[in-house]
């Protein structure tokens, strides 16, 4: 089945339980965290994490933007996140494999991140600890960006791989995700679609969630 994980910086902020519960419907609630420093933009921290957490049942996905992760990994965890995924650019190999031990020693799922220009091969020392690959379709650092087609290359390679040698890892998909270009995502063989305007946009937003799962 195609999970679908809406993104929270498409809600309304102050009113961030309600747009929460407009969402029940999905299978994560998309947290993105950014720190003004590995990308141009700040967003949400620890402490909304920590408020959100009761306000659902459903798994926080929350998607570190950060500089050197594994600092607050641990944090993050005991704030209520289920996943965390982490940007292999954002430290050294050592660093990332820091923050994925930690993230696993808090019984928590971990994941890593692929910025649009890394290739597929930055994955590979990671694939087979991890239970989340996202691969980004935009930028990351601001929301509305026009979906990158010419990542599905790369989902393509992932899948293959993840199927080899960790067929439990989900293969996530984040940036410019609506009804039409979700289609080309599933083909590729990402499981986990993050949407943000496309579906905090929506009139009706169960059934967009519905129509997103392909």
């Known amino acids: 089945m195609i999970k679908i994980a809406p993104s929270i910086l498409s809600a309304d902020f102050a009113n961030l339980e309600r747009d929460i519960g407009r969402i ?3 299978d994560y609630v998309h947290v993105d965290v950014m720190d003004g420093m590995f990308v141009p933009n700040i967003t949400i921290g620890i402490p909304v994490v920590r408020c959100i957490r009761p306000t659902t049942t459903l798994p926080l996905d929350v998607h570190l933007m950060i500089v050197k992760p594994a600092r607050y990994v641990e944090e993050f965890c005991d704030a209520g996140a289920d996943i965390v995924t982490v940007h ?11 923050a994925i031990d930690k993230i696993h020693a808090k019984g928590k799922r971990a994941g890593i991140v ?5 290739p597929a091969q930055a994955a590979e ?5 991890v239970e989340m690959v996202l691969v980004m379709t935009v930028e990351p650092g601001f929301g509305g960006q026009k979906f990158m087609a010419d990542q599905m290359d790369k989902v393509r390679t992932l899948r293959e791989w993840i199927d080899q040698r960790n067929p439990g890892c989900e293969l996530e998909v984040d940036g410019g995700v609506d009804p039409e270009t979700c289609k080309v995502c599933i083909e590729a063989g990402a499981n986990v679609l993050v949407a943000g305007s496309a579906v905090y946009k929506a009139a009706d937003i169960p059934a967009r969630i519905a129509q997103l799962r392909g």
């Not at 692929?114 to 890394?118: Q, S």
């Not at 020392?125 to 600890?129: A, I, M, R």
């Open 88 to 98: 292999v650019e954002s430290d050294t190999p050592e660093g990332i494999q820091s």
């Open 125 to 129: 020392p990671f694939l087979e600890q």
């Open 24 to 26: 029940s419907t999905a």
């Open 114 to 118: 692929l910025k649009p220009a890394t």
